[in-house]
């Protein structure tokens, strides 16, 4: 196929997937918003203070918002001890249309049925208070239909009969003639006859066995002795369990009733529910038992056990209800603990009425929030370490209420979009974008990640999911059905899909962004990772809330898959000295410091993506940080005086990247530009360079700056680490903690206004090529390095701007101003990025302003 047809339908496929390539070019002008000014032409700044709060602080939807589904949510900031009212109507003065529902324990509503097109209002009140403000919404045409029954009609569809979670009793004759083939039927029989007539531990084993030096320490250590022993409960007790639906035979029952009824003794206020983790692990692993052996267990005994699960079932719903909703991030909630509740109330209901509550509420709830974690462009807003966390919870949830309600809970932008964001951010033998928790822990996409594309690919009709399945599957030497994580999900739901037609081979864009999770990434030949140059960068709306990092305009680059230049430090456990200090703070990123300090950990610390190119030789994002140095969310006023941080982000294929900041502070101030390498880095401060290598490749970093600066650099931590908690690896050896390489170039004075360029040149260290010497030439302020030119503007005081041409005069790439290319001038937008290519004979042009991403747009209005 030819290039330029290539470039055509890679272009087709980007627009299909919603994945930006090209912004039509908007002159913004005369704002009356407060949070919003224009600095120049195509160019926004943001002053929205926080765009993701901890907790909710406006009502949605409102300000005339064209809500994106039919029947919408209604949303709104909790009050405490309070159950509310809420009417709808389509009259400003709740003449028409009237829809009202009273009473409500929670701080959402979702009204169950569809409106009709035209402008909308709502009004809320709390106990018997006077109504509140009235908030206006739009039912336009494009809005998709998504309406889901009431909760009682969901309750009448459950089934009666014992069991009804892993498998229906009516189901079972036509279950085992189904799965009587599948691979996994023996890994389950295997795995469960580990544990026949296995004695059952005490409940002092969620005591724990090493002491830390402080309370912080003996706290940490305490909850995850609490948590591995409800982990453990819940493993047996669900393997026994599937076992038996798989064989009926007794000798299951006869060993998981002894972990039953040892777990009945255990105090569930007690111990056992230090961590929530745990806690919710007894109450499913108790849970699943009964609905699986009910028939076995006698009816004492099984009103012991609904006793027991209901108080830890009512621990979590008390403690979630008109709380949960309200955060912007309640993790646990959402990875696990939900959906084990979930299955709780679905055997529970028609014991205790308690259960027909806790049922309602993750039921409204995961129609008003969920994916609770992303937004429609398929990112994930904590990484793609704990992303694999969440995946049997984003289908097994959505599997059982597609059962319950015939309605598709995966027919969102959401649900089709995420194995993009997965195929740039993590792809098959590599490592992965590197941001957030967990993302440095392993050196390719587990057989997890594998066996969740598989259900995408099934699920979706996906090649590409498939693809991906069966690459990492092949990475790992193993088959999809050796997978443990989705094991259950297949045998009840995976298989009854089918498969798509397998592709050979893939043509994907080599660069995308996701600009409302905040990421975009560059690569030059994914998805063959041989040879490919990752580059990952990013600045997000999010900020540094859960597991994300004080890194926006950060990045990471890779090559061969393996890490170059990436976050540094570790994690022993949340909260612990060198993770806050290093691991999460700006410092252990390839990121920016202000006077020596990072960004706050603070929901109004955010960045965000404003413009995004990919192109045939040239890809370019810019991420602005802004506001990362400052937040005053929660009652805090933090303000480390930064005033503008962009950052230019540009990779000259195939070897070439290059990083242009702009600094601006109130006060003269120290900067501080970061990188990181995980075995070494040698400093030439004469020629400006840096040197640093992994596995497959050599890399040179020129480093030029607006003022001289310091080049340091140190094979330390400045903040100690050590693995008190004693993590273990999956081999369950202890981890090992390496020292790692960083360098900081530091002006030598301050400044309140400085300028970074750096050109970082990545070569295979097989064959001949080599990093070769930059070269500036004064009379024209131009950095030459092998075919490309780059002029950029180092004078601070000045407007800034950087171009890029190489000499066969094929491409031409300019921030703002004019670009200049085969003899003509393109300055239709004075503001406005631009870059030309010629492809195959053709030009190729494109121009973008600054995008905001919907959730900004949303503060701005409030």
């Known amino acids: 196929m030819h290039k330029l047809n290539i470039i055509k339908q890679i272009y087709s496929y980007l627009k299909i997937w919603g994945i930006s390539l090209v912004l039509i070019t908007t002159f913004i002008t005369g704002c009356n918003s407060p949070n919003k000014s224009i600095i120049k032409q195509g160019e926004i700044a943001v002053k929205s203070e926080v765009v993701y709060p901890k907790f909710r602080t406006w009502n949605s939807p409102s300000n005339g918002e064209e809500v994106k589904t039919n029947s919408p949510s209604f949303q709104w900031p909790i009050v405490k001890n309070a159950s509310y009212s809420v009417r709808v109507s389509s009259s400003k003065d709740f003449t028409k249309g009237v829809i009202e529902k009273e009473n409500i324990p929670f701080a959402f509503y979702n009204p169950h049925q569809k409106l009709d097109e035209g402008i909308w209002y709502w009004q809320l009140k709390a106990n018997n208070a006077k109504w509140g403000k009235v908030n206006s919404f739009k039912i336009a045409p494009s809005a998709k239909d998504f309406v889901t029954p009431n909760i009682k009609e969901v309750l009448n569809g459950v089934a009666v009969s014992h069991p009804r979670v892993l498998v229906k009793k009516e189901d079972l004759n036509a279950f085992h003639a189904r799965v009587k083939d599948y691979k996994e039927i023996a890994v389950v029989l295997t795995e469960a006859d580990k544990y026949l007539n296995s004695v059952p531990p005490k409940e002092s084993a969620a005591l724990p066995s090493i002491k830390g030096k402080n309370d912080f320490e003996n706290k940490k250590i305490a909850l995850k002795a609490s948590k591995r022993l409800g982990v453990e409960i819940q493993k047996v007790l669900t393997n026994l369990s599937q076992a038996y639906l798989i064989s009926n035979d007794i000798k ?182 590197g941001f957030c928790n967990g993302s440095d822990g392993t050196d390719r996409p587990r057989l997890k990640h594998g066996a969740y594309a598989d259900i995408v690919a099934r699920s979706n009709n996906d090649p590409l999911a498939y693809w991906y399945s069966l690459e990492v599957a092949k990475s790992h030497g193993k088959e999809i059905s050796d997978d443990l994580s989705f094991l259950w999900y297949r045998i009840q739901h995976g298989y009854k899909e089918t498969l798509p037609e397998p592709i050979k081979s893939i043509e994907l864009p080599q660069a995308a962004q996701f600009p409302e999770i905040g990421v975009a990434y560059m690569h030059t030949t994914l998805p063959e990772i041989e040879n490919n140059l990752m580059f990952s960068m990013r600045s997000s709306p999010f900020g540094s809330l859960g597991h994300t990092h004080a890194e926006q305009n950060g990045f990471n680059i890779a090559f061969g898959g393996k890490r170059l230049f990436y976050n540094s430090g570790y994690r022993a456990t949340m909260g612990d000295p060198h993770f806050l200090a290093w691991y999460k703070h700006t410092q252990g990123h390839n990121a920016i410091l202000i006077d020596g300090e990072g ?41 480390l005086g930064m005033k503008r941080f962009r950052r230019h982000f540009i990779m000259l294929r195939p070897s070439i990247i290059v990083i242009y900041d702009e600094l601006v502070a109130d006060h003269d101030a120290e900067w501080s530009w970061l990188i990181h390498n995980d075995s070494g880095i040698k400093v030439d401060a004469e020629k400006k360079t840096l040197l640093a290598e992994n596995e497959l490749a050599n890399a040179q970093v020129s480093l030029f700056s607006s003022t001289d600066i310091d080049y340091t650099v140190s094979d330390k931590f400045s903040v100690p680490i050590k693995n008190w908690v004693q993590n273990r690896d999956d081999n369950g050896q202890l981890k090992e903690f390496k020292n790692q390489w960083h360098f900081k170039g530091i002006s030598k004075s301050k400044t309140p206004q400085m300028r970074y360029l750096a050109i970082i040149q990545v070569k295979p260290k097989s064959g001949e090529s080599v990093c070769e010497e930059v070269v500036f030439d004064a009379s024209t302020k131009t950095y030459s390095v092998g075919d490309w030119n780059i002029k950029a503007e180092m004078n601070a005081s000045k407007l800034a701007k950087i171009k890029i041409s190489d000499n066969s005069k094929t491409v031409s790439f300019v921030s703002s101003g004019t670009l200049e290319f085969d003899g003509k001038n393109y300055n239709v937008n004075t503001g406005s990025s631009k870059l030309i290519e010629r492809i195959e004979g053709k030009n190729i042009f494109q121009e973008v302003e600054d995008e905001i991403p919907a959730a900004i747009k949303r503060t701005m209005k409030q």
Do not use: C
Not at 333 to 338: F, G, K, L
């Open 252 to 433: 299951y029952f006869n060993s998981a009733k002894p972990w039953v009824m040892e777990a009945l003794k255990w105090d569930p206020k007690g111990l056992t529910r230090l961590s929530n983790f745990g806690d919710a692990g007894i109450m499913n692993g108790l849970a699943i038992s009964v609905d699986t052996f009910w028939d076995l267990f006698t009816p004492t005994e099984r009103k012991e056990i609904i006793a027991h699960v209901s108080i830890r079932a009512n621990g979590f719903y008390n403690k979630w209800r008109n709380y949960v909703e309200s955060r912007s991030s309640s993790m646990h909630v959402w990875q696990h603990i939900m959906h084990n509740l979930l299955q709780t109330s679905l055997v529970l209901l028609g014991e205790t009425e308690d259960a027909e509550l806790w049922l309602e509420y993750i039921y409204e709830l995961w129609i008003a929030q969920s994916p609770k974690m992303g937004e429609t462009d398929g990112a994930w807003f904590n990484g793609t370490g704990y992303f694999s966390i969440n995946t049997v919870t984003l289908y097994d949830v959505t599997a059982i209420f597609n059962e319950l309600t015939n309605v598709d809970f995966r027919d969102n932008d959401w649900y089709k979009n995420n194995m993009k964001w997965l195929m740039y951010a993590f792809p098959p033998n590599s490592f992965s974008d």
């Open 599 to 639: 960004q706050p950990f603070n929901a109004g610390a955010y960045g965000w993506i404003p413009r995004f190119i990919y192109g045939d030789k040239i890809s370019y994002a810019v991420g602005d940080a802004s506001n990362a140095y400052s937040g005053s969310d929660l009652g805090e006023n933090i303000d």
